[in-house]
């Protein structure tokens, strides 16, 4: 089946599982997968009238627009930071369920609003499932950095472990990518044939200053539902 068939397999099957009556707060990711997701959500409370009461924390001014554009009830963490559902996609997912996340730039709010939630629901395509992390994705791992920093933050993070990390450049803007918080991105290649442990690694490169946040998602995520190729579905959990 085509990509976005499986993106929406996926979506649809992990909204219609996790978000129900009882659901008062949904975290909303970004990207292109969570499009589907939102769409569903629609549905739900504009055609079936079954979610009533469901307040939607976006996670990037996407997710905003999608909320908006969707009429869906719009909330913060000033007022719903007690999250009880976040349903995002991500960039690469591997066999111990670690996310790299922030392919589309917004990863420091994605893990904000994720780190707030009791349930974190992963929603992919079958391009996304990796044994092990970079089997798929060679991107690299998006790290969030002040502007300032960019340059030390790249040498500290190359020095610590291996690899480079380049600013990403924008392609309809002259000069990096600004992300929804003023900030710049580094996409981490790392070495692919050398054994990471991915919880020291993320702890490590958040500890650098100047670095705000992480594209990777150790021990976050609870659930990852893939479309598959054939038209199935893959829960991994
Ligand atoms: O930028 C992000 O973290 C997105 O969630 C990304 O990882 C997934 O985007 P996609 O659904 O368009 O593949």
Known sequence: IELDAA????????VDQYVTEDTKVLGIG????IVFVVQRLAERVWKEGTL????CVPSSFQARQLILDHNLTLGDLDRNYKIDVYIDGADEVDSSLVLIKGGGGCLMQEKIVASCAKTVVIVADYTKRSLRL???WCKGIPIEVAPIA???VKHKI?????GEAQLR???KKAGPIVTDNGNFLLDWRFVAKREYDWDEVNKAISMIPGVLETGLFVNMAHKCYFGMANGTLKVQS
């Open 30 to 33: 970004s990207g292109s997968t």
């Open 134 to 136: 970079g089997e798929q």
């Open 158 to 162: 190359e020095e610590l472990f291996g």
């Open 169 to 171: 450049i924008a392609l």
């Open 52 to 55: 009533p009461e469901l307040i």
């Open 150 to 152: 960019h340059v030390p």
């Open 7 to 14: 993106k929406r397999l996926a979506a649809e099957t992990a």
